[in-house]
Nanobody
Framework: QVQLVESGGGLVQAGGSLRLSCAASGRTDSNQVMGWFRQAPGKEREFVAAINWSRGHTYYADSVKGRFTITRDNAKNTAYLQMNSLKPEDTAVYSC?????????????????WGQGTQVTVSS
């Protein structure tokens, strides 16, 4: 089992920045991918970004490319999502997830473990 705890959400004005953290514990594995997803009210959960834990390769949704950056700190078993130039349409509950695999996938169903989520609200 892998436990994931997100933090760093909050309320920010459009154009502002937030950094989300996702701390992993339990049976973590270097052969894993950590992803960030978000779900706005009335909408399906959507992929945001992901990182291959051992190689550091990253992949982003087109909607956040150039504004969001995903990184990881192997020593702390923590991944981060730096979100800049935030827009009202970025408002959602953001969740991190782990897929025990080498390759990055964008479908939520491919991920094995999930955190509880953290609310991000961007005001206009």
């Amino acid at each position: 089992q892998v436990q994931l705890v997100e933090s760093g959400g909050g309320l920010v004005q459009a154009g502002g920045s937030l950094r989300l953290s996702c701390a992993a514990s339990g049976r973590t594995d270097s052969n894993q991918v950590m992803g960030w997803f978000r779900q706005a009210p009335g909408k399906e959960r959507e992929f945001v970004a992901a990182i291959n834990w051992s190689r550091g390769h990253t992949y982003y949704a087109d909607s956040v490319k150039g504004r969001f950056t995903i990184t990881r700190d192997n020593a702390k078993n923590t991944a981060y999502l730096q979100m800049n130039s935030l827009k009202p349409e970025d408002t959602a509950v953001y969740s991190c997830a782990v897929d025990i695999a080498w390759t990055i996938k964008v479908e939520p169903g491919e991920y094995d473990y999930w955190g509880q989520g953290t609310q991000v609200t961007v005001s206009s």
